[in-house]
């Protein structure tokens, strides 16, 4: 039935819709709310114009339901996550509308991100909530690229080139609601044909309100063994807290249906950090089940200095 209403569609008014549902369950334990649920239903619809090739429509809406038994609690709540139309030229890029912008190059923290920055003690770092924005992209050349970003409040320009394999960037960005202002960069290649990709991303911040200046950055690099043994390392400097903190994730790939990763990262100075590792089994392309715990170390005098342990179980449908 959704194929013949798509064909009809298209045929009559020349639209290509595409529909896509996805759940995620999240049940989780912790010490303090014992049992927690997540439940999200995702309908991800995107529209192509057959007489306009180059113009694109994405409209993706959640409906989120939450529940802790320690205070009983239960919470519903339907959202947009993404709704934009895009303009995919040869030279020109256009993005209006609610969406994701793409800034910095960090797997485990990005300072330069001040639209989606990366939250790594989420079970889901990869589901970063998006920003209302217009951001426009000129392609000057095969190999350099101009985007500005315009958002309430916030905005971005950058200027990207690519020299020897090596992805250079400029950014500056600034945010009226935190008065802080970065002129920074990212940097993202493979070091000397050795087959280790490094990166860095990080800047000077300016705040206005207090006129502090300081740095923050990240410097990382990634690879990848035989039998599919990936190891990824970051080191972040956090000018603003004067903190360092060290990170390594090394994950596995034994067979084509499991996936075992293990990140840990540190506080530099304080001995304390979590270690996050997961189990993934996928039954197949649509359907994935996780496991996994975020377990938190250090020698804090307070239990309150850091949030408690947690363990989880996910299960992912894609239909």
Known sequence: MNGLINLLIAGILGITPNLALENTNIIGYQEINHTTDFNRLRADLSLDYSEAPNLFAKLIVDNKSEYITTPEHFKNKTSV???YLQYRGDTHFWTIGKQRIPLGVGRIWNPIDKFNPIQIEQVEPANRQGVDAIR???????????????????????????????????????DDDTDIDIIGWEVEGEL?????????????????????????????????????????????????????????????????????????????????????????????????????AFIYYGHEESAFSQPPDQYYLRLFIHF
């Open 81 to 83: 996550y993404r709704a």
């Open 136 to 174: 426009y992209e000129y392609a000057h050349s095969q190999f350099s690229v101009i985007d500005v970003t315009l958002a309430q409040d916030q905005g971005a320009i950058r200027a990207k080139t690519n020299l020897q394999q090596i992805d250079i960037g400029l950014i500056c960005t600034w």
């Open 192 to 292: 000397l044909q050795t087959g280790i990709e490094f990166r860095s991303e990080g800047g000077r911040f300016h705040n206005h309100s207090t006129d502090d200046h300081y740095f923050s950055y990240i410097i990382g690099a990634e690879y990848g063994f035989a039998n599919s043994i990936n190891f990824l390392t970051e080191y972040h400097y956090d000018g603003e807290l004067e903190a360092d903190y060290l990170a390594g994730q090394l994950s596995l790939q034994p067979a084509m249906l499991w996936y075992y990763s293990c990140l840990v990262t540190n506080k530099l100075g304080e001995k304390s950090g979590f270690i996050n590792p997961t189990v993934e089994y996928s039954f197949s392309d649509n359907t994935t089940i996780g496991t996994g």
